[in-house]
């Protein structure tokens, strides 16, 4: 019966024991991801509010990532002068406007966010509310 009680007490206090991992997730408003190069950016969102962010990311990542065709892209910051999004039913486009005038569209994964932080604190949001990305220099 000890035996028994043992291991029911262990499988109850397991996940604490554990710790569950963060209670904040990685969503948490007070974090965002660390990138090894630092871009700063202007976000428009569809309201048209105006954000200025440093330390500017896509998923912690400083490259953007979508689908054209059926190959996927990658296109990094440094080549980037602005992003526009352009959501479509459940379809997120995004047309990339590059340093050197060109231009290219994207079909974008519409559950990504992009982080920064701010003057006052971070900064999150979803691609699929930004109207216009800027990457500042």
Excluded: W
């Excluded at 109850?12 to 209670?23: H, T, V």
């Excluded at 400083?62 to 602005?82: A, C, L, Q």
């Amino acid at each position: 019966m000890k035996k028994g009680c043992r291991y029911f007490l262990i499988m109850l206090f397991l996940p604490f024991i554990l710790g569950m991992g963060s209670m904040g997730g990685s969503g948490a408003p007070d974090k965002i991801p660390v990138t090894e190069k630092k871009f700063s950016a202007t976000f428009i969102d569809q309201m048209d509010i105006i954000t200025k962010c440093t330390e500017v990311s896509i998923e912690g990542k400083t490259f953007i990532e979508g689908k054209k065709g059926k190959g996927v892209y990658t296109i990094p910051f440094e080549e980037v002068e602005s992003f526009v999004f352009l959501l479509k039913g459940e379809e997120l486009r995004g047309l990339v406007r590059l340093k050197n005038k060109s231009s290219d569209e994207l079909i974008l994964n519409n559950n990504h966010k992009a982080y920064g932080r701010t003057a006052h604190g971070t900064f999150q949001i979803d691609l699929a509310d930004i109207k216009k990305m800027i990457i500042n220099e």
